[in-house]
């Protein structure tokens, strides 16, 4: 072989560079439809979750006079590891097979979307879950709680938040009137003792929130519904009819709201139709 005909064979400098750049703008081109691709799937899931915990909820409901699982109960197991006793809703519909939850990020209460940090300083987190949020996207409300099941043989993760002012913290004084402690939370005259609402109470169940991007439970704070699709922009939540879908920021509640801080029936209730569902309702009973 002569020395030309192997000169011949071989790529130039300019066509190296040339084949470089077409590969380095196809990345350039494919990345971004990836990422794209990617946060589909991740939504597609958690509303597949949402929807899950929406249908099993409501069977519960079925099976139990209309009633919700409780956010939390204080004597239905032994005092765990922790010094805790108590179970809360995700433990309890686990417990009866209405919705899979486990230890680890592949429970049917883990969004996809979510931080795989924990909301407990006990187990090395940064923050409790009962820390409130600064706001809709900070990370802390993307965090998960985990709490022993029941029989108290492993940690049950859960990263979604559920409608409710959670039990076991007494109720929450609002001029006169109780936010009570369980599912939903709402706004009813002081009574002395805690109310679980019926499903058979809610007059729109396409509109009442029942679980959502958020952390742990609703409490009256707008900041624990977590905006953690879409580069912020989204919560995807599910209702009490067993739905679930994407909720846009500019349809929900903030805190930058000129009503806020003091959380009034009006928006909280969402009474002006302004947020695409509701929160709290008013005398469910």
């Given at each position: 072989?002569?020395?030309?005909?192997?000169?011949?064979?071989?790529?130039?400098?300019?066509?190296?560079?040339?084949?470089?750049?077409?590969?380095?703008?196809?990345?350039?081109?494919?990345?971004?439809?990836?990422?794209?691709?990617?946060?589909?799937?991740?939504?597609?899931?958690?509303?597949?979750?949402?929807?899950?915990?929406?249908?099993?909820?409501?069977?519960?409901?079925?099976?139990?006079?209309?009633?919700?699982?409780?956010?939390?109960?204080?004597?239905?197991?032994?005092?765990?590891?922790?010094?805790?006793?108590?179970?809360?809703?995700?433990?309890?519909?686990?417990?009866?097979?209405?919705?899979?939850?486990?230890?680890?990020?592949?429970?049917?209460?883990?969004?996809?979307?979510?931080?795989?940090?924990?909301?407990?300083?006990?187990?090395?987190?940064?923050?409790?879950?009962?820390?409130?949020?600064?706001?809709?996207?900070?990370?802390?409300?993307?965090?998960?709680?985990?709490?022993?099941?029941?029989?108290?043989?492993?940690?049950?993760?859960?990263?979604?938040?559920?409608?409710?002012?959670?039990?076991?913290?007494?109720?929450?004084n609002w001029g006169g009137k109780n936010i009570r402690s369980y599912f939903p939370a709402a706004i009813i005259?002081?009574?002395?003792?805690?109310?679980?609402?019926?499903?058979?109470?809610?007059?729109?169940?396409?509109?009442?929130?029942?679980?959502?991007?958020?952390?742990?439970?609703?409490?009256?704070?707008?900041?624990?519904?977590?905006?953690?699709?879409?580069?912020?922009?989204?919560?995807?939540?599910?209702?009490?009819?067993?739905?679930?879908?994407?909720?846009?920021?500019?349809?929900?509640?903030?805190?930058?709201?000129?009503?806020?801080?003091?959380?009034?029936?009006?928006?909280?209730?969402?009474?002006?139709?302004?947020?695409?569902?509701?929160?709290?309702?008013?005398?469910?009973?």
């Amino acid at each position: 072989m002569t020395r030309s005909s192997r000169a011949s064979g071989a790529f130039t400098l300019i066509e190296l560079l040339v084949v470089i750049s077409i590969i380095a703008l196809l990345i350039g081109i494919l990345l971004p439809a990836l990422g794209a691709a990617r946060e589909t799937a991740r939504t597609a899931a958690c509303l597949s979750n949402l929807r899950q915990v929406s249908i099993g909820t409501y069977a519960y409901a079925t099976d139990s006079r209309s009633f919700v699982a409780p956010p939390s109960e204080d004597n239905t197991r032994k005092i765990g590891p922790q010094g805790f006793a108590g179970v809360y809703w995700w433990n309890r519909l686990d417990e009866l097979d209405y919705v899979q939850a486990t230890e680890g990020f592949d429970s049917g209460f883990m969004c996809p979307a979510g931080l795989k940090e924990v909301a407990n300083t006990s187990l090395g987190g940064p923050k409790n879950w009962f820390d409130p949020p600064l706001s809709q996207t900070d990370e802390h409300g993307a965090r998960y709680v985990a709490e022993f099941d029941i029989r108290n043989t492993q940690r049950q993760a859960n990263n979604y938040g559920y409608n409710a002012y959670d039990g076991g913290f007494g109720d929450f004084n609002w001029g006169g009137k109780n936010i009570r402690s369980y599912f939903p939370a709402a706004i009813i005259p002081v009574s002395g003792r805690n109310h679980q609402a019926s499903l058979d109470a809610v007059k729109d169940q396409t509109t009442l929130l029942l679980a959502f991007d958020g952390l742990m439970f609703f409490r009256a704070d707008s900041n624990r519904l977590n905006r953690r699709h879409a580069g912020g922009s989204v919560m995807n939540a599910s209702y009490v009819d067993g739905h679930a879908s994407s909720v846009v920021a500019g349809a929900m509640p903030t805190d930058d709201d000129p009503s806020f801080p003091g959380y009034t029936a009006p928006k909280l209730a969402n009474e002006g139709n302004d947020w695409d569902f509701r929160v709290i309702v008013k005398n469910p009973f």
